[in-house]
């Protein structure tokens, strides 16, 4: 696998597009490049919920945090590599007694499993600089 940078959530919020608005994680990194993913809503509310705490009733990422908490499996980050047709690959891996797995899945199935798991999430860094904006710039558009 090609070269990770390690990144945050940054943010995740509605913006609004020439098709209207859309949920985004904003990943971010220790050069404040920011990473937009473009999401849907139950995937940005459960990512929310991730980085704020639960709610009442357990979401389907709480289900599968308790299942490998029983189970004695700790994710151990999660991984966006790619980017095809305009969708971002990403990989969540997973130790389950020494044995490291990756999964293939949804970029923001990853990002919501890592939050609650208070796992690192990275990114490639091919990403990162075709697609990432600087934090400045992504500011300074937001006052305008």
């Known amino acids: 696998m090609e ?31 920011v990473l937009p993913i473009f999401i849907d809503e139950q995937q940005a509310f459960s990512i929310k919920v991730g980085l704020e705490g ?5 979401m389907t990422h709480d289900l599968l945090m308790d299942i490998f908490n029983e189970l004695n499996v700790k994710v151990l980050g999660a991984k966006i590599y790619d980017l095809i047709e305009n969708r971002y690959c990403a990989k969540i891996s997973l130790d389950f007694k020494g044995e490291v797995k990756d999964f293939e899945c949804r970029s923001s199935d990853a ?34």
């Open 3 to 33: 070269d990770l940078v390690e990144t945050k959530v940054f943010d995740v919020a509605i913006v609004s597009t020439e098709a209207g608005n859309a949920p985004v994680v904003f990943l971010i990194d220790k050069e404040d490049r």
């Open 54 to 58: 639960n709610l009442q009733v357990p």
């Open 111 to 144: 990002i919501a499993l890592a939050v609650r798991a208070q796992s690192p999430i990275f990114a490639s860094n091919k990403i990162m600089n075709e697609m990432s904006i600087m934090k400045k710039d992504l500011l300074e558009g937001k006052s305008e």
